[in-house]
């Protein structure tokens, strides 16, 4: 088996992928479902995501320069959303990096959305569905690399390494582990990216906070289906708590 | 001016390299036109090396596998060739990493050689030279992100930043930046990157400690010639000490 951290993609992608996005896509999506929701799409474009939800009875979720948009149910803070009930409900969110980046992904066999609040569940699934490669791949921020997603992607990759002896990180992963080291409490990480200094200025560190909790949620979001919008494609995610959540990896 | 940072090679180059390889060519090179070297080739290929040692009657350094390689007149330990007078003579020196990055930077018109120990020489040089950009490009380690290289990009992307104060660093820029917040000392960067750790395994941790030591020297070394051998490129580079030797840029 294969491990491999790509600080942004780079290349193909044939087995599992799990796409990260700390701040805060990754780390509202299993929030979502641990509230009860049943599907969530994932898109950047405003105009698609509002015909979507016109069209199939959706949430509408998310922001553009940390305003939630006109019309809008909710904006994408996990610190709001771990207290809404979504019990029977689908959603679109809209955001900046996990959207823009999922293009790149979309080939592979399975992506998974993971983010230190979930990391538990999306090791064990990726673990499940693997057959040869086990592929971090961090969303950075604007296009560029991040400290937040790295530090997530070093997190995962050892643990990961715990369960996979034989695996010698590829990519970008012994650098991520050797960040790790000077890293004891990760929201020092989160705190210094630009995603978590850009959430600071708009007075939203309470976010950087939840996003720092590790292992809260057992759902892994998978994506199940892609579809084609107006200007943007949608990327459906689905949830199941993992298959073995009475077994967590050793810390 | 647009300053900016690739943790690898990436794309394409047009104005001024600064290529980063501080374990430890890029340390290893300022050093040795410190102590007199008039030209020093860089090749990734001993039997290259050796072709071109007799041919012009240069002295033969590096090593493979941290061992010098028979026949080799030192090894590139920056500890060691720090007491070597190279008063007149020229020098071909065999590493893996730097030699391999050069290809793909070699097409820009102004390539430097840059680490710690020559930051202030290589930062005014490259502010000297450059018209449109200065590109700090990681050499890495195995092909592969490593955390030394990074935080000497880091570094020096903000110190170039005060004199730039209108760039925005691009790529990797911020995150550099924001891992430099959490390395006060760069000993500690060298000491938890693959490359340090390769060579404390070897019992050169002392060449971390030269490593770590900032603008000690006034040499930004430059790529004046590329010439093809028989298994591998030869690159070129000359030094002069820097114009301003006596204007540090401000800590």
Redesign the interface.
């Known amino acids: 088996m294969r491990l491999r951290v790509d ?1 942004l993609p780079r290349g193909e992608y044939g087995d599992v992928v799990v796409l990260i996005d700390v701040l805060r896509s990754c780390t509202v999506a299993p929030i979502l479902f641990d509230n009860g929701l049943k599907e969530l799409y994932l898109c950047p474009s405003l105009r698609t995501s509002r015909k979507a939800a016109a069209e199939k009875g959706l949430l509408l979720l998310g922001e553009r320069g940390g305003l939630v948009p006109e019309g809008f149910n909710y904006g994408n803070s996990p610190t709001e959303l771990r207290q809404v009930n979504m019990a029977g409900r689908s959603a679109v969110m809209i955001s900046e990096n996990a959207p823009k980046t999922l293009p790149a992904v979309a080939g592979a066999k399975h992506v998974l959305l993971g983010s230190f609040y979930n990391a538990d569940a999306v090791m064990a699934r990726g673990l499940e569905l693997a057959t040869e490669e086990i592929a971090l791949v961090c969303c950075g ?1 604007g296009g ?4 937040d997603d ?1 530090l997530v992607a070093g997190y995962l990759a050892g643990r990961l390494k715990q369960r996979l002896p034989e695996a010698s990180p ?6 991520c582990l ?2 790790l ?3 004891p409490d990760p929201l ?1 990480a989160l705190w ?3 995603a978590g200094q850009a959430l600071r200025r708009l007075e939203l560190a309470g976010d950087l906070v939840v996003a720092s909790l590790i292992s809260r949620s057992d759902k892994a979001p998978r994506l199940s289906a892609v579809t084609e919008g107006e200007r943007a494609s949608l990327y459906r995610f689905e949830a199941v708590p993992t298959p073995h959540p009475a077994v967590p990896l050793a810390h």
Chains 1, 2 share one sequence.
């Open positions: 600080l921020f560029e690399e991040d400290l790295v590829l990519g970008a992963g012994w650098m050797s960040l080291k000077t890293f020092e210094y990216s630009r």
